[in-house]
């Protein structure tokens, strides 16, 4: 039997808040990862009623602003101290549709003190919220402009740093599947974990907005996942995909953005599952999978 499955909704980027409730549902995925971007302006109590109305759990939630530090590649405030105003104040928006946590980046740059500064500040603010963070490392390949931080050993150390008991580690496969050694920092952190995010990496990759199905990259999901089940992680397994179609610049050929959402959320799940059953149940006694 598969755990909990649930759909990020950046994976349907065109597709309304109550669309993506409508799709997912009849796909049969069992949660949804909520992006605050999807959240129609000022409807809250009806995006509630919708959810409650949908049976759907609730996965990992993102913030209209996800990170401490600017990024190059987003809208937002320069003022590191308006994006952490702004992160606190969608920690309690979200909070109110019970998410299991809510993602948070660290941003590009080396102003660590900020970034921790920033991570107490929102783990109060969560902590008062009734939910958790996870801080999620960014893959190194493309990542310069989105984190200071890409790996599970490295966010452990910012968490350490900040000393919060609100935070925790977002696990993403896309993020760090080529981390060297990083079965070994799933077994060390996974009691850290607040969310896993899911995806594959295409070879050749395209760039960070080009992410592929489970089981259709070369990110050897099978072993991530065994790897997880091993570890104790029992939330949701959250498909989050990022298939430029041109929103970021690049209209890659195949977007799976430009998938209808019923269609989508349907092969996902499909895709998923096939890559479950196929999970290593037994630790590896190899390098890493992808380490480089």
């Not at 952190?189 to 607040?194: M, S, T």
């Given at each position: 039997?598969?755990?909990?499955?649930?759909?990020?909704?950046?994976?349907?980027?065109?597709?309304?808040?109550?669309?993506?409730?409508?799709?997912?549902a009849a796909a049969g995925v069992d949660g949804i990862g909520i992006w605050e971007i999807k959240l129609p302006e000022g409807g809250d109590d009806q995006a509630l009623e919708q959810l409650e109305a949908s049976g759907l759990g609730r996965a990992a939630a993102v913030p209209a602003v996800p990170s401490i530090l600017?990024?190059?590649?987003?809208?937002?405030?320069?003022?590191?101290?308006?994006?952490?105003?702004?992160?606190?104040?969608?920690?309690?928006?979200?909070?109110?549709?019970?998410?299991?946590?809510?993602?948070?980046?660290?941003?590009?740059?080396?102003?660590?003190?900020?970034?921790?500064?920033?991570?107490?500040?929102?783990?109060?603010?969560?902590?008062?919220?009734?939910?958790?963070?996870?801080?999620?490392?960014?893959?190194?390949?493309?990542?310069?402009?989105?984190?200071?931080?890409?790996?599970?050993?490295?966010?452990?150390?910012?968490?350490?740093?900040?000393?919060?008991?609100?935070?925790?580690?977002?696990?993403?496969?896309?993020?760090?599947?080529?981390?060297?050694?990083?079965?070994?920092?799933?077994?060390?952190?996974?009691?850290?974990?607040?969310?896993?995010?899911?995806?594959?990496?295409?070879?050749?990759?395209?760039?960070?907005?080009?992410?592929?199905?489970?089981?259709?990259?070369?990110?050897?999901?099978?072993?991530?996942?065994?790897?997880?089940?091993?570890?104790?992680?029992?939330?949701?397994?959250?498909?989050?995909?990022?298939?430029?179609?041109?929103?970021?610049?690049?209209?890659?050929?195949?977007?799976?953005?430009?998938?209808?959402?019923?269609?989508?959320?349907?092969?996902?799940?499909?895709?998923?599952?096939?890559?479950?059953?196929?999970?290593?149940?037994?630790?590896?006694?190899?390098?890493?999978?992808?380490?480089?």
């Amino acid at each position: 039997m598969r755990p909990p499955f649930s759909i990020s909704q950046i994976t349907t980027l065109a597709a309304t808040f109550e669309s993506d409730l409508r799709a997912y549902a009849a796909a049969g995925v069992d949660g949804i990862g909520i992006w605050e971007i999807k959240l129609p302006e000022g409807g809250d109590d009806q995006a509630l009623e919708q959810l409650e109305a949908s049976g759907l759990g609730r996965a990992a939630a993102v913030p209209a602003v996800p990170s401490i530090l600017p990024l190059p590649l987003m809208e937002g405030p320069a003022d590191p101290r308006e994006r952490i105003d702004a992160i606190c104040a969608s920690v309690h928006r979200l909070a109110r549709f019970e998410p299991s946590s809510v993602v948070c980046l660290t941003g590009p740059g080396d102003d660590r003190d900020t970034v921790v500064e920033g991570l107490r500040t929102i783990g109060d603010e969560a902590e008062r919220a009734g939910v958790r963070i996870g801080l999620e490392p960014i893959n190194r390949i493309g990542g310069e402009d989105w984190t200071s931080i890409s790996s599970l050993q490295e966010a452990a150390e910012l968490l350490d740093d900040a000393d919060r008991q609100a935070l925790g580690i977002q696990f993403d496969s896309w993020h760090v599947w080529n981390t060297a050694e990083v079965v070994e920092e799933i077994e060390r952190h996974a009691h850290r974990f607040v969310g896993v995010h899911i995806a594959d990496w295409r070879e050749p990759t395209r760039g960070w907005a080009d992410r592929v199905l489970p089981g259709d990259g070369v990110a050897d999901l099978p072993a991530l996942l065994g790897t997880l089940e091993r570890a104790g992680w029992n939330g949701f397994y959250d498909l989050e995909i990022f298939s430029d179609n041109g929103t970021f610049g690049n209209a890659w050929p195949g977007s799976l953005w430009d998938v209808p959402e019923e269609e989508l959320a349907r092969r996902g799940k499909e895709a998923f599952e096939r890559a479950w059953s196929a999970r290593n149940r037994t630790p590896l006694d190899q390098v890493s999978p992808g380490a480089v």
